[in-house]
């Protein structure tokens, strides 16, 4: 009778091995979830051609953006049906960031951005996207928006201060020639 059990218990213990490697085996097969970058780069990749993200309804606004001491965030773009939306959507960045580089303009990440009086009237806590928090900037600021919150993600530029950051050293304005020439070019 001893024996039956143990060989019970056997048959049990290695039923729960062979289930736990197929699960194990199994899961390591799954396609890993994409990262924050992978989104926007998949989101934005039609963007690369300016001409595509004015269609869709982002337009120049605020110049080129230099930083307050090293790098720049670049010439914002955003989407005005977009911008004061309350709901994050990472396929759905409400500014493109773009650098002017050979009389061209390259597209080097996204800014999200929630107007801060919304946000706070349904929400007790900052926003996060794909796991990120968003800065807070409060107003009167140097872009004339109420207070906001904000979030970029270098997706096709590198920084390095961060994917995150807000300021890429590796930006310039150095090439940003007024608002009119830039949005009146063939860029």
């Known amino acids: 009778m001893k024996n039956k059990y143990l060989f019970l218990i056997g048959l049990v213990a290695l039923l729960l091995i062979a289930v736990t490697s197929v699960a194990v085996a199994s899961s390591g097969s799954a396609k890993p979830a994409m990262t924050f970058a ?54 759905h ?40 928090l968003f800065n807070y900037v409060g107003a009167p600021n140097r872009y004339g928006l109420p207070a906001f919150y904000e979030l970029h993600v270098w997706a096709w530029k590198s920084n390095p201060a961060g994917m995150f950051a807000d300021w890429n050293p590796r930006v310039s304005c150095e090439e940003f020639v007024g608002d009119a020439a830039m949005h009146g070019s063939d860029h």
């Open 38 to 91: 992978e989104t926007v780069r998949q989101a934005t990749a039609q963007f690369k051609d300016v001409h595509k993200a004015e269609a869709a309804g982002y337009a120049l606004v605020h110049g080129c953006v230099s930083g307050p001491q090293e790098g720049a965030m670049g010439i914002h773009f955003p989407n005005g049906g977009l911008v004061g939306a309350t709901a994050l959507d990472a396929l």
């Open 93 to 132: 960045p409400e500014a493109l960031l773009y650098e002017p580089k050979d009389g061209k303009l390259q597209l080097l990440g996204v800014e999200y951005i929630v107007i801060a009086e919304g946000w706070n009237a349904k929400h007790t806590t900052p926003p996060v996207l794909m796991g990120q």
